[in-house]
């Protein structure tokens, strides 16, 4: 049973930085594709970044984090990461790591949030002004 836990979420003020990791109980290239959703109240669950672990290595980000957040992987460590900065107040949210086994929709929807096959429990992030 594949298993991934998050955690590096807190609160933080207007402006700083957070670093989220996603430890998986299985190597990161063993899935086709990764990636970082978050949710608030009320809202759907909406894709944040997400990555594609195969030959093309592409990373692809919601428009409202570009250029703020990172996603990245470490194979050896089984860890994804999601690096934030200059974090808003409309980034808070609880946030989910993700990955699938395979990712044939991924070129055409990479943020596609019901395509992933396993999920962690979340991890929450406040952002104040």
């Known amino acids: 049973q594949v298993q991934l836990v998050e955690s590096g979420g807190g609160s933080v003020q207007v402006g700083g930085s957070l670093n989220l990791s996603c430890a998986v109980s299985?190597?990161?290239?063993?899935?086709?594709?990764m990636g970082w959703f978050r949710q608030v109240p009320g809202k759907e669950r909406e894709g944040v970044a997400t990555?594609?672990?195969?030959?093309?290595?592409?990373?692809d980000y919601a428009d409202p984090v570009l250029g703020r957040f990172t996603i990245s992987q470490d194979n050896a460590k089984k860890t994804m990461y999601l690096q934030m900065n200059d974090l808003k107040p409309e980034d808070t949210a609880m946030f989910y790591c993700?990955?699938?086994?395979?990712?044939?929709?991924?070129?055409?929807?990479?943020?596609?949030?019901?395509?992933?096959?396993?999920w962690g429990q979340g991890t929450q992030v406040t952002v104040s002004s």
């Open positions: 993700a990955a699938a086994d395979e990712c044939p929709w991924y070129a055409r929807d990479p943020l596609r949030v019901g395509a992933y096959h396993y």
């Open positions: 990555m594609f672990t195969g030959g093309r290595g592409s990373r």
């Open positions: 299985r190597y990161t290239d063993s899935f086709d594709c």
